[in-house]
């Protein structure tokens, strides 16, 4: 998901030398040498356009979301399912539209610039809600690297079971424990997590958004095949029959899937920082509202078509994560080219968004403790084969092995792919998506309290809030239930 990396090389890369606005008069001025390459900020000219900002856009925005997407519609059916993944797609291209008058402090064309979603909470809404802010976002990131940690350990398992499964000639069950996967995963990421400014490798965006477009075709694909050799579109208009599940345990898992379709559409966050590489004229919130408007049709189509084959696929049975319910048995050599992308993706996505995090307490305990010898000396460690020497930092490397060594555990904990990512989906969906977007757009636009506006953005607000903790409500539920089946750390499938 975060594709910003790859933002932010862009505005490394080509600089061309445009003629210069002059904002007040509207005559163009000669390009003077000093002008030639930066923009009013100060930085390097920025050279986005709408493309450049949907494909990130969209690189953002389709990940690992994609694979719950046919056990949500299971949940829900044919008629509520894609209905409720249209609502949730009109709420975030709304949304979006909101936040993209909020890149620029005041005016819209010449007013000061925010880098980052929390810059303009900071600059727009002050002090005590940014840090409320800032705490559901980190909050949020954390739960990511969880669940990206557990849907990378289950995919390594998929491939050794369909390897296993195939030997045996479908004979033996293959079960086997997590865990394994999941510490490998997390000795991965420790390694990587050593590397400094991980997530501005411009290549690792690139990587990212090939390897995501592999999964979810490859997926939709088999989804395609599998429909079409059994001849039928599986499935009914109100999903999950009763005698399946408990009355109760259906009510849960449609809140839940409601929890799984908002985390496939959150990725507000990313969004000012992929407008921060949009060039200027006409004003970058033209131009990103139209960016907006093309890449979400683009996910909405490409995720109503993955979940509905997925469920007209598998009707009931559609597993949680499409790629490795064992719904596919052959080809099996697909599925593991598959199954290796989601790995490949995930070892980088983990790092786009632990690395922030990282940032963030390095700031604040640099801030705190100015002069503190354990926190700032850097020892230079000669790795043979490089040429510069490694800096290492005693409490860096101790509080990042330590990060990583705690989302493996919990992961470890928790092992349910589906509720992970229902709770994510709802602890980000209002706060992020829809509460600070339109309490900004008031602020920013002098939005008259009780003017119908006013009263339709409040509302707008306040139905989202109920859908999220619902939906947080039913992931929790889905947690409990799935603790009384297995025993921590001692998950097998």
């Not at 009109?90 to 610039?113: E, I, N």
């Not at 510490?183 to 501005?200: K, N, R, T, Y």
């Not at 800096?391 to 904990?413: D, E, H, P, Q």
């Amino acid at each position: 998901m975060g594709e910003t990396a790859a933002a932010n090389n862009q505005r490394h890369h080509h600089h061309h030398g445009h003629q210069v606005f002059d904002v007040a008069s509207h005559d163009v001025v000669p390009p003077q040498p000093a002008f030639k390459c930066f923009d009013d900020d100060g930085r390097l000219k920025r050279t986005g356009t709408v493309w450049t900002a949907s494909a990130h856009i969209i690189t953002a925005v389709i990940g690992s979301g994609v694979l719950s997407l046919a056990w949500a519609i299971a949940q829900l059916g044919w008629i509520a399912g894609p209905a409720v993944m249209l609502l949730f797609s009109f709420v975030t291209l709304y949304s979006s539209t909101l936040l993209s008058d909020c890149y620029r402090t005041g005016d819209a064309v010449s007013g000061k610039r925010n880098y980052t979603y929390m810059d303009a909470v900071r600059s727009i809404l002050g002090g005590f809600k940014f840090k409320i802010c800032g705490l559901i976002q980190y909050l949020n990131l954390f739960g990511i690297a969880i669940g990206y940690t557990i849907a990378a350990s289950i995919s390594m398992m998929a491939i050794k079971r369909s390897n296993c499964f195939h030997k045996s000639g479908g004979k033996d069950p293959c079960h086997m424990s997590s865990n394994p996967y999941m510490i490998a995963f997390g000795v991965a990421e420790i390694l990587l997590s050593q590397v400094p400014d991980f997530d501005q490798i411009w290549w690792i965006s690139i990587v990212a958004a090939v390897m995501s477009f592999t999964y979810s075709a490859i997926g939709l694909a088999l989804g395609i095949v599998q429909v079409a050799a059994n001849g039928v579109f599986k499935g009914s208009l109100t999903g999950i029959s009763i005698g399946t599940v408990t009355q109760t345990q259906k009510i849960w898992r449609t809140f839940q899937a409601l929890g799984d379709i908002a985390f496939a559409y959150s990725y507000s966050v990313v969004l000012i920082e992929i407008q921060d590489t949009v060039r200027s004229p006409p004003a970058e919130s033209k131009t990103m509202k139209k960016a907006t408007k093309i890449s979400i049709a683009v996910t909405t189509i490409f995720y109503m078509l993955c979940g509905s084959m997925g469920y007209a696929a598998f009707g009931d049975a559609a597993p949680g994560n499409l790629l490795t319910g064992f719904g596919f048995y052959n080809p099996f050599w697909l599925l593991d080219i598959a199954n290796a992308a989601i790995v490949v993706h995930l070892i980088g996505a983990y790092q786009v968004f632990a690395q922030p995090i990282f940032a963030f307490i390095e700031k604040s305990v640099a801030e705190r403790y100015p002069d503190n010898d354990f926190l700032s000396k850097e020892f230079e460690i000669k790795i043979p084969g490089f040429k510069s020497p490694y800096k290492a930092n005693v409490f860096r490397v101790v509080y990042r092995c330590g990060f990583v060594v705690a989302t493996t555990v919990i992961s470890m904990l928790m092992p349910f792919f589906n509720d992970v990512v229902g709770i994510l989906g709802a602890l980000g969906f209002w706060p992020l998506t829809v509460y600070f977007p339109v309490e900004m757009y008031i602020k920013q636009r002098k939005v008259e309290k009780w003017s119908t506006r006013w009263v339709c953005l409040q509302m707008l607000s306040v139905a989202c809030l109920v859908i999220s903790v619902v939906a947080g409500v039913g992931s929790i539920a889905g947690v409990m239930l799935d603790l009384k089946v297995y025993k921590p750390f001692k998950s097998t499938y």
